[in-house]
Every structure is written in C-alpha cells, then in structure tokens.
C-alpha cells in the first residue's frame, strides 16, 4: 500500500501517454503501474499528468521605476501553484557594490519564508565589482549555478558592456556556471530613446521604434560569438521576434553553446494592442513585436531550436502603468505570466504548434536539465520529486482575470480562448492545489533547489 495513488491517468512520459497508476511514498515517485493501491487515492479519469511545470523567469517584487511588481514569493507562487508550476527561479537583486553571495543570502531571506513551491535564483548582477568577482568562484558551493547579466538597461544601472561581458564569461566558463543575458543592444536602445523623448514621441509606439527588432537579433548574436570565444555556456532569455529566434538557430546551428528561451507574450500578443485605449498596460521589454513574428516563433520552437519557454514573470497593476504620464521612460516594464505559462504552451499542441513531447520539454524537462535540475525536477522518474501537474485537455474555456490567482487587476489575455486547464498540483507528494478547493499548501513550504551544472548536451 502506497501513500498516494494517482489513479487512471494519462502518464505523460517523454510526450507519450500512458494509461497507467502512479504512486507516491513521502515526496517521491515510487511506481508506475496497474491497479496499484493507497491509502488516499486521487482518481484522475483519463486527464493527463505531466511532470511539474518549471519557470525558470520570475521576478517576484521587482523595482521598475516608481513601482514594485505586484507578485511577492507568496502570492506569486501560489499563482504558479494554481497554473501547474511547481519550481521557479527568480533572481537575486545586487545593492550597491555587494558580492554575489551577499545578495543571495539577502534574496534568499526574503524568499524562503513565503515561498509554496520550491525555488532557485539566478545570480543577477548590476555591477561587477571586486566583491563581485571575489564571490563568483563561491556560488556553486551554495547550490547556484546560473548567473544574470543584462546588456541594455544602462540608465537604471543595470548594462554590462562588452568588456565586462567578455570578463564574466571567463568566469562563469571556468566555474561551469551558466550566463543567463537579456540580450538587446542597450547603447542604440538609448540613443534612439532620447531622440524619440526629443521628438516627443515616446508614446507607446516607441516601444519598438526605440526597441528595434535589428537590436534584439544583434544582441543575441554578439552574446553567441562571445560564448563561443570564451567556452560560456548562455542563456538567452526572452527571445522576442522571429527574427531573433533565426539569429538565436543560425548561431546554435554553428557551435555557439547557447540555449534559448521564449514566452508566451511573444507567442499570443502583437503590438497592435499598442493602438488600443490603454496599449500601455501591454508594456515589457523587449516589447511584443509586430503581426508575424509570432507565427515564425512557433515555427522555431516546434523545430526544436528554442529550448525553453519561461514568462518572464512581472506583473504590476493597471495604476502602476498609469503612473506613465505618456512617456515610455517611465512605464514599469513587465506583464503577469506565471499561472497560465503551461496551458498557453499546451494549447500550441492543440493547434497543431507542438507535439506534446516538445511541450513538455519546454515547460518542465529542458529548464530542469538547463538549469541542473534534472532528473529530481522535470521528469516521472520513480525515485524522483512527485511534483506532478494534472491537466484536462478536453476543458474549453476563455481566460478571464477573475479566475486567476495573480496579485495584479488584469490579464494580457483576457477573452483568449484556450484548450485544456491545470485541475491539480502536487509538490514533493502533497497536493497543494486543487481546482475545486482552491489552494492548500503551506507558506514557506517550498524549498531552495542546490543545482548542479547545465546538461552539456544543450550546448555541444
Ligand atoms: O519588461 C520586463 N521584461 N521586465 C522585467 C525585467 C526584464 O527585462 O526581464
Ligand atoms: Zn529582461
Ligand atoms: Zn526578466
């Protein structure tokens, strides 16, 4: 007899479905079979059950301009709880000079009380100081094995230059640590913003007058040289056009060790929400691009060049984005995105986007192994954490804000009709959420993941 058993599901192992038992001693999966039996059985009637979903990009209480994202490690996990998500990786936010593994155990305090799902966080530094570069070597030690750098942002202190991004790579070469980089050319994006301010035209449009597509797809192929240079494994975050997906495949496809993420903004929105009455509220960089470029990102992801799908998780409220006086230098960049992640990227398997074995690479077993999580996450191996996302495929329903768990007022996809939903969530053997109670797990019962280093066969 069991402690758990899930009962008549669909396993989805691997993108094959497998009608099956699966059961659960304490946290872990333990066997996969017919009739077996617990002492609580959880009947699943033919739903799919798929490893535990993982974003591996959240930014939970993140200063923009005058606004905070509205998400805390609570609130924010729950959400994820309620979307299918059992594991996420926020980032650590650097104050002043202060070393890598200061601002861990600072983050770190902050996160562990509140969190309900377990949890890592990417390494993320604004300033490369001594400290900085003194701490790096220490960070495997403490279970992180991601680093964050971005190369725009420069006027709220956050641009890596070139040289310091040819240094860090160095590093995060020698310590087998993953540079993970928001990739858009940060010195143009800031030229061609002063100059549209000058014009007085940095309404929203300005968004991708002054984000060009062509400073996206530079990035990303400067990052790709320069880790093919120096051995850096990287992360590319938050592909948004087409075009930078090309030049992502073109720079994979010719031995840069780069992996590559998405997210579902980029997938559904285009910028012709900008003309809408408050085309503001659809604000985040880089900015959701124009009709098309969607189509050749599904394209890319369904040929397996992009590796992950994250949500780039931010969510602020309607009155947040008010504060913008109309101009786009001082909008709080950022959408909500962690709860509905796996049933957008599901629903690209119903359209015919995706096979299912490509889905769930995206959502759950490429961040796992990217991000050396795996097998423990991401997979239904018996041995391994039963954190497990059961999901209807047959529920039609439309997204509606009022049914989300999100902390902010709206969704970016309210009205969108979507097929399939998430009925239950189960972390480490406990069901934390359950369409029809509602949310049941614990605050501060999620718990930091000690990551290894990247799986190499992303990046050979
Ligand atoms: O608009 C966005 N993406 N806000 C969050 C910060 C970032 O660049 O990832
Ligand atoms: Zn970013
Ligand atoms: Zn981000």
């Given at each position: 007899m069991?402690?758990?058993?899930?009962?008549?599901?669909?396993?989805?192992?691997?993108?094959?479905?497998?009608k099956a038992d699966l059961a659960i001693n304490g946290e872990k999966i333990v066997a996969i079979g017919e009739e077996l039996e617990g002492v609580q059985t959880i009947n699943v009637d033919g739903q799919w059950v798929f490893p535990g979903a993982i974003d591996v990009h959240t930014h939970f209480s993140l200063p923009f301009g005058k606004a905070i994202s509205r998400d805390n490690f609570?609130?924010?996990?729950?959400?994820?709880?309620?979307?299918?998500?059992?594991?996420?990786?926020?980032?650590?936010?650097?104050?002043?000079?202060?070393?890598?593994?200061?601002?861990?155990?600072?983050?770190?305090?902050?996160?562990?009380?509140?969190?309900?799902?377990?949890?890592?966080?990417?390494?993320?530094?604004?300033?490369?100081?001594?400290?900085v570069r003194k701490q790096i070597p220490m960070l495997r030690g403490e279970g992180v094995s991601s680093l964050k750098i971005f190369t725009a942002y420069n006027k709220i202190g956050r641009m890596q230059n070139d040289d310091n991004l040819l240094e860090l790579m160095e590093m995060c070469s020698k310590y087998d640590i993953l540079l993970t980089v928001h990739a858009e050319n940060g010195l143009v994006i800031d030229l061609l913003t002063d100059r549209a301010v000058a014009a007085k035209k940095?309404?929203?449009?300005?968004?991708?007058?002054?984000?060009?597509?062509?400073?996206?797809?530079?990035?990303?192929?400067?990052?790709?040289?320069?880790?093919?240079?120096?051995?850096?494994?990287a992360h590319i975050v938050h592909i948004s056009s087409g075009q930078g997906a090309i030049a992502f495949a073109e720079a994979a496809s010719d031995g840069a060790p780069i992996s590559g993420e998405t997210c579902p903004q980029y997938l559904y929105l285009n910028n012709s929400l900008f003309k809408e009455n408050n085309g503001h509220y659809y604000s985040c960089c880089p900015p959701i691009r124009e009709p098309g470029e969607s189509e050749i990102l599904w394209e890319i992801l369904g040929r397996?060049?992009?590796?992950?799908?994250?949500?780039?998780?931010?969510?602020?409220?309607?009155?947040?984005?008010?504060?913008?006086?109309?101009?786009?230098?001082?909008?709080?960049?950022?959408?909500?995105?962690?709860?509905?992640?796996?049933?957008?990227?599901?629903?690209?398997?119903?359209?015919?986007?995706?096979?299912?074995?490509?889905?769930?690479?995206?959502?759950?077993?490429?961040?796992?192994r990217i991000f050396g999580m795996y097998p423990e996450k991401g997979s239904l191996e018996i041995g391994t954490d039963a954190d497990i996302m059961v999901?209807?495929?047959?529920?039609?329903?439309?997204?509606?804000?009022?049914?989300?768990?999100?902390?902010?007022?709206?969704?970016?996809?309210?009205?969108?009709?979507?097929?399939?939903?998430?009925?239950?969530?189960l972390l480490r053997g406990k069901v934390i959420f359950d369409e029809k109670k509602g949310f049941l797990g614990e605050k501060g019962s999620g718990r930091f993941i000690r990551r290894n280093e990247p799986d190499e066969s992303f990046f050979g």
């Open positions: 069991y402690d758990v058993v899930l009962k008549n599901g669909l396993l989805n192992l691997h993108g094959n479905l497998i609570y609130t924010g996990s729950v959400a994820a709880a309620a979307g299918g998500v059992t594991s996420f990786i926020d980032f650590t936010a650097q104050e002043g000079d202060e070393g890598v593994i200061d601002s861990l155990k600072r983050r770190r305090a902050e996160a562990d009380p509140d969190v309900v799902i377990d949890y890592s966080l990417h390494a993320c530094i604004n300033k490369l100081t001594d400290k940095d309404g929203i449009e300005a968004l991708n007058t002054t984000r060009p597509i062509f400073t996206e797809v530079e990035a990303i192929r400067r990052v790709a040289d320069f880790a093919k240079f120096t051995g850096c494994k397996n060049y992009i590796d992950v799908v994250a949500t780039d998780h931010c969510p602020f409220n309607k009155s947040d984005k008010n504060m913008w006086n109309g101009s786009i230098t001082t909008l709080p960049m950022g959408l909500p995105g962690v709860e509905t992640m796996p049933e957008l990227v599901l629903n690209g398997v119903h359209k015919g986007y995706l096979s299912l074995e490509r889905a769930t690479q995206l959502i759950s077993e490429n961040p796992a999901y209807d495929p047959n529920r039609v329903r439309a997204i509606h804000q009022k049914e989300l768990h999100m902390n902010n007022d709206y969704s970016v996809y309210e009205g969108l009709e979507v097929l399939g939903k998430t009925t239950m969530t």
